[in-house]
């Protein structure tokens, strides 16, 4: 069975940090592309950034280039998301999912190939 779990939100202070973990199980995240998307209240939701299959990381919100870090670890079947400075309207329910390549629209990513999101809370 396919299944992405996401875990490490919470609350955190503005300015602080928070790492994000997706872990796969049922598949190899070795042949994906890990979107990370996230919607806040109220809104849709957003392609944050992608990690492609070599590592590397495609950006699709400009606020936070130079704040957030994508990774992956394929021998723990792990990507991450390190999210530093950490502001309020970085709040949402952040979600992974799995593809064959990278994209910044939802809709491109199989069904179920989705986590079932983790709570990021930004508040002092």
């Known amino acids: 069975q396919v299944q992405l779990v996401e875990s490490g939100g919470g609350l955190v202070q503005p300015g602080g940090s928070v790492r994000l973990s997706c872990t796969a199980s049922?598949?190899?995240?070795?042949?994906?592309?890990i979107g990370w998307f996230r919607q806040a209240p109220g809104k849709e939701r957003e392609g944050v950034l992608c990690?492609?299959?070599?590592?590397?990381?495609?950006y699709y919100v400009y606020s936070v280039k130079g704040r957030f870090t994508g990774s992956r670890d394929n021998a723990k079947n792990t990507v991450y998301l390190q999210m530093n400075s950490l502001k309020p309207e970085d709040t949402a329910v952040y979600f992974c999912?799995?593809?064959?390549?990278?994209?910044?629209?939802?809709?491109?990513?199989?069904?179920?190939?989705w986590g079932q999101g983790t709570q990021v809370t930004v508040s002092s």
């Open positions: 999912a799995a593809n064959d390549y990278c994209s910044r629209y939802g809709h491109e990513y199989p069904d179920d190939y």
């Open positions: 049922g598949f190899t995240l070795d042949y994906y592309a």
């Open positions: 990690i492609d299959r070599s590592g590397g990381s495609d």
